[in-house]
């Protein structure tokens, strides 16, 4: 059966675009052509430099070399997000990625830690997580395990500048087969009859014309928005914080440590991302309860090392698009929805929406069923990432501040009341089809944030305290072993795919 060709157009560069454009350019030589329009007036946001371990899947579909990329990126390792000061002041905890512990049969490991905690035989989580162990100590290591074989190879993301990997993307697409025009797109003219997008005019007067459109413009949603008027779900009632400053500044030390840092701060948090060249630094902050000029304050005083330039404000609604596929425009990135980076999703919901494009790929405009399948789904994913930041707020007890006494008493959504009562009362966890997350990362945070199961399952009190405290000592003992081989951080950098001095 014959197809038509299909013209599909990319709106705007950046991290968003040029993923989507590297992704689909072998669709090049099956019936489609692929044109990515951005201007190089129109700068870029730049702040997803931490990623989730899914960034693997995404290189690896690409044919990256990870040296490569790293060196080209100025990247690092990163194995886990470290909150510092979120449930109390003092406290700290990690979401590290991969396992806690192994489940024994089919009770998880959290109910075997749960009655060994009871019973005092149990210590915090992070003496039975590889990551985390690992991510304390400083170090990193890739692949088969050398001292067991009773656990698969360490799972890892990366840190990275964002706009030298829209670069390195860039370089793949077009060679790939990718078209990029430049201009600024001044005019989008619609369909009379069927309302979808037709073509672009650029400033220069030139016309790009498309069946399918990828809305990559950014928190502006140039088409998805301001064409096609398609509406906005605003969160703010549950997560308040409404602008950002991001600023870089220079290591203090050789030591590059292998995670992201948040650290609550009176209004909001501030984010650390280690790269190869410098560290990456802002303060998310709600409007309401700081100004901006205290915020800037509060950033610049809470660096590691010297400022490399001024602090950079970014202004946002935490929410998403009412739809994300709306007539034959597909929002991606900043165009669809907006969740701050505290768990790093920003790349990833890239990621993910360019997954569903692709199992749902259409000839043409594609259908309405198809595009109610996708926003089905997209609502979904952002709705459970929604939660699981919000958790993070909600389950606090600070009260010091007046932005943390509304975040402790604010009323949140049905679908994270339901996963907190049932953990607390009974540490059960069970993990929705759309959610990103693992049930491994809710135990992590849901502990992290002070929220302790009442009781654990019955048949965690089928083994003997002193096999059960024996088992708890063996896995600290195991991983540490593990740990102990492996390389520094830095070192393990400088061994394989150092960078270029910048």
Not at 297 to 312: C, Q
């Amino acid at each position: 059966m014959q197809f038509p060709h299909t013209r599909l157009v990319i709106v705007g560069g950046g991290t968003a675009g040029w993923m989507a454009a590297a992704i689909l350019a072998p669709l090049s030589q099956d019936g489609y052509s692929i044109t990515l329009v951005e201007s190089e007036e129109i700068g870029t946001v730049g702040v997803g430099e931490a990623t989730i371990p899914q960034i693997n899947l995404y290189n690896q579909a690409l044919g990256i070399d990870e040296d490569e990329f790293l060196r080209a990126t100025q990247g690092t390792f990163k194995l886990g997000v470290e909150f510092v000061d979120w449930w109390r002041q003092g406290h700290r905890y990690m979401h590290a990625f991969g396992d806690v512990g192994r489940d024994v049969g089919i009770v998880p490991f959290r109910h075997y830690w749960n009655r060994a905690r009871s019973l005092e035989l149990a210590k915090d989580l992070h003496h039975y997580s590889l990551n985390e162990t690992a991510a304390l100590a400083g170090r990193m290591q890739r692949g088969k395990l050398r001292t067991t074989d009773a656990l698969g190879p360490m799972p890892y993301a990366f840190h990275f500048d964002a706009s030298l990997y829209a670069r390195y993307l860039r370089g793949i697409a077009e060679e790939r087969g990718v078209e990029r025009v430049e201009g600024k797109i001044v005019d989008v003219a619609q369909d009379g009859e069927s309302g979808d997008i037709r073509s672009l005019t650029l400033e220069s007067g030139a016309s790009v014309a498309g069946d399918l459109f990828l809305d990559c413009s950014g928190f502006r949603g140039l088409l998805i928005e301001q064409k096609l008027g398609t509406g906005y779900e605003d969160w703010t009632q549950w997560l308040p914080c409404d602008r950002a400053q991001a600023v870089p500044c220079a290591h203090r030390t050789p030591e590059i440590t292998p995670y992201t840092r948040s650290t609550a701060r009176d209004s909001g948090w501030q984010w650390r991302i280690p790269l190869q060249h410098r560290i990456g630094n802002g303060y998310v902050y709600c409007s309401a309860f700081v100004s901006d000029e205290e915020a800037s304050k509060t950033l610049l005083a809470n660096l590691e090392g010297a400022p490399r330039g001024e602090p950079r404000q970014l202004r946002f609604v935490t929410g998403k698009r009412r739809k994300m596929w709306n007539r034959n425009v597909i929002a991606l990135g900043l165009a669809s929805g907006f969740l701050e980076p505290l768990e790093s999703t920003s790349i990833h919901l890239v990621q993910s929406g360019l997954q569903r494009l692709l199992r749902l790929l259409p000839r043409g405009a594609g259908t309405a069923t198809e595009a109610d399948e996708f926003n089905r789904q997209s609502a979904r994913e952002y709705e459970r990432v929604r939660d699981f930041i919000i958790l993070h707020y909600k389950a606090s007890e600070r009260d010091d501040t007046p932005f943390w006494r509304q975040c402790r008493d604010m009323a949140i959504p049905d679908s994270l009341a339901e996963k907190i009562a049932l953990f607390r009362e009974a540490g059960h966890i069970f993990r929705d089809q759309d959610d990103l997350f693992s049930e491994v990362a809710w135990f992590q945070v849901l502990i992290g944030q002070g929220v302790i199961p009442q009781r654990h399952h019955p048949m965690a009190d089928g083994v003997e305290e002193a096999e059960l405290k024996s088992y708890m000592d063996t896995w600290e003992q195991l991983l540490l072993r593990e740990v102990a081989q492996m390389p520094r951080h830095e070192e393990f950098i400088a061994n394989r795919c150092a960078a270029r001095a910048a």
